[in-house]
């Protein structure tokens, strides 16, 4: 039996939950705020449907290219995501869930990985490097406003 690590992040924006649902669900903002800081994205494949792949490439400020691949497994517009992270370091699931809150939307991420030393190595860095994707996508809303 292997136990599980979790990590769990949250940020209220100032938008509707269609509007947050939308910056992931549209790959031409997703590939913009997607990733920690210094990480530019290009989306190879995204398709968004239950079952569908989504390949990303991220690549860091050094140039170094990680190809990631995950499969969606549930989608409900405008509430929830939820999708299996197949490689390249760690196998995760991501259960993305979109709160309306006063005028704005909690977004809420949760992130299950096994308990190994590698990973639990990273929680800090990861839960750090998230809260840097929700910089990124506050940014995205703020440039973006305009289009709603």
């Known amino acids: 039996m292997t136990e599980k690590m979790e990590i769990l992040n949250n940020r209220l924006f100032s938008v509707d939950p269609s509007t947050l649902f939308n910056a992931f669900a549209?790959?031409?903002?997703?590939?913009?705020?997607?990733?920690?800081?210094?990480?530019?994205?290009?989306?190879?494949?995204?398709?968004f449907r239950e079952g569908g792949n989504w390949r990303i490439?991220?690549?860091?400020?050094?140039?170094?290219?990680?190809?990631?691949?995950?499969?969606f497994r549930e989608i409900v517009p405008a509430r929830r995501i939820a999708?299996?992270?197949?490689?390249?370091?760690?196998?995760y699931t991501m259960d993305m869930t979109f709160l309306p809150e006063g005028d704005g939307t909690r977004l809420q991420w949760r992130m299950l990985f096994d308990a190994t030393e590698e990973n639990l190595a990273l929680e800090t860095y990861?839960?750090?490097?998230?809260?840097?994707?929700?910089d990124r996508l506050e940014t995205v809303l703020e440039q973006t406003a305009g289009d709603r």
Do not use: C, Y
């Open 26 to 47: 549209d790959p031409e903002k997703l590939k913009h705020w997607w990733g920690p800081h210094d990480f530019t994205n290009r989306i190879d494949e995204f398709d």
């Open 57 to 71: 490439t991220m690549t860091a400020s050094n140039g170094t290219d990680f190809d990631n691949h995950s499969t």
């Open 83 to 91: 999708f299996l992270h197949h490689e390249p370091m760690h196998v």
């Open 126 to 134: 990861i839960a750090a490097a998230n809260e840097q994707n929700f």
